[in-house]
């Protein structure tokens, strides 16, 4: 069987149980790094143990004599409160405990002030026995710091450049339309950071997302599905891409692809102006509300090219997503009311960013706006692609609100904390439900755009952030 037939199967899977209301309640673990201590941990809902599932060779922790199977209950003589796994509560527990600590004791410089007791149990039974275990940590600045927050991008950034194939492409483990996908966010994130060494690697870039016909791989009829099944999603990042790169003045091959583009995205809206993954209106006709606010993104992005918006196309899908507003202010997954609003990071904030580059709706910007600072905890519950709400949603903040942008900031500093190994590695951590999506991505390169996006705003290097 093929990887495409593992895609389609395996994106199937996912939106099932999202549809049945299965990854809401029954997946209670969450594994993810250990960041500086340099391994993977393990949290179950309810529990207030950490339970190391991994070390790396020569890592700190391993070095201090931390095994596998310990359950670390407390850092520095504070004991962890239990791990949630509500979407309201982000990384409150161990995560967030261990993340914010091990940052705060890896900045300072004294090497015997970069000291770390972790207190932990091992074995089982009558064998179990608690133990305080003194962790050396190398130095690191905070990640807060702006010395820490160009650390993580030039770690990002370069993870990015080593990673990217000669042809210009980042080779996601499925198919074409995850190879699109990341390449079109892994470009614009290069382009975040802004350095000159990136120019003649943009350029590759764009010219493989034209790909073999320049015209981004849409059909003359934009209503055949084309080589990928998927396309919406590579469609509309491949035009977010294509305009950053190019600074807005795209030549004329380009601008035909991103014209061709968004006209698809029309074509493919139906009467209603509902979309699906690709020509196929799914669930029953119940559309996909996700395409409907990336196809706005897509649109906004485009006429910053000089591609005109079809405002009949615009007004529709605009119709659909306004009745898609829960009363939180979050766009739901679908029309219907009580769906989807938890993990409406994605859909918010794709739509607050494209309200703000054609500076429209702006009772409705800030009402999505609102939204995505309030509830910043759980900004990495995005269905299976947790990783575009996390990539977006900074951007969209800091467009509304710097003083909300750095909030969220400091909401997610465990996260930027754990996400960095003792080697300065960049590795992906996923929501607390379903990453599926970003399984077909390729999750540590995902990881590296997420860091720079989260990072990279105050250096207004994009459209998106306002530039």
Request: aromatic share 6%; charged share 20%; net charge neutral.
């Amino acid at each position: 069987m093929n990887n495409w037939v593992f895609f389609v199967r395996g994106f199937a899977a996912v939106y099932l149980c999202l549809l049945t209301g299965m990854s809401l309640e029954s997946v209670a673990q969450e594994s993810f790094p250990l960041g500086i201590l340099g391994g993977r941990g393990e949290v179950t809902a309810g529990s207030s143990l950490l339970t190391v599932k991994s070390l790396d060779e020569h890592a700190p922790a391993q070095v201090a004599g931390v095994l596998p199977g310990d359950q670390i209950f407390a850092i520095d003589g504070v004991e962890f409160q239990a791990h949630s796994n509500g979407v309201d509560d982000g990384g409150s527990g161990p995560q967030k405990a261990l993340g914010e600590r091990l940052d705060t004791v890896a900045a300072r410089t004294p090497k015997t002030e970069r000291i770390t007791v972790l207190k932990l149990r091992r074995g089982e039974g009558e064998s179990k026995e608690v133990l305080e275990i003194q962790c050396a940590l190398p130095k690191r600045q905070g990640v807060l710091t702006l010395a820490g927050r160009n650390e993580l991008l030039s770690r990002a950034a370069g993870y990015l450049r080593k990673t990217c194939q000669p042809e210009g492409f980042w080779n996601a483990p499925v198919g074409l339309t995850g190879d699109r996908v990341l390449t079109a966010w892994a470009a614009v994130a290069l382009k975040a950071v802004g350095e000159n060494r990136d120019v003649e690697l943009l350029r590759r870039n764009a010219k493989w997302l034209l790909g073999p016909q320049q015209r981004c791989w849409v059909p003359e009829d934009p209503l055949e599905k084309g080589p990928d099944n998927l396309g919406n999603w590579a469609l509309t990042s491949g035009v977010v891409a294509l305009v950053e790169v190019s600074q807005g003045e795209p030549n004329r091959v380009q601008k035909a692809a991103i014209e061709a583009s968004c006209e698809a995205l029309c074509k493919r809206m139906n009467a209603q102006g509902r979309f699906g993954h690709d020509v196929v209106v799914g669930y029953s006709g119940k559309g996909f509300n996700v395409i409907n606010t990336l196809s706005h993104l897509a649109w906004a992005m485009g006429s910053k090219a000089g591609v005109s918006i079809d405002q009949a196309a615009w007004d529709l899908s605009l119709q659909q997503v306004k009745q898609s507003i829960d009363p939180n202010g979050g766009v739901r997954y679908w029309t219907m009311a009580n769906t989807g609003t938890a993990d409406a990071s994605l859909r918010t904030s794709s739509m607050a960013l494209a309200l703000g580059l054609v500076e429209s709706e702006p009772r409705l910007l800030a009402s999505l706006s609102k939204y995505l600072d309030q509830h910043r905890a759980r900004t990495r519950e995005a269905h299976a692609v947790g990783s575009l709400g996390m990539l977006l949603a900074p951007a969209a903040i800091w467009r509304h609100d710097r003083d909300a942008y750095q909030r969220f900031l400091e909401e997610w500093r465990w996260y930027l904390s754990l996400m960095q190994d003792h080697k300065g590695n960049v590795h992906y951590i996923g929501g607390k439900r379903n990453n599926g999506g970003d399984d077909y991505l390729g999750k540590d390169r995902m990881a590296c755009v997420i860091a720079i996006m989260l990072l990279a705003p105050e250096r207004e290097k994009l459209m998106l952030f306002g530039k």
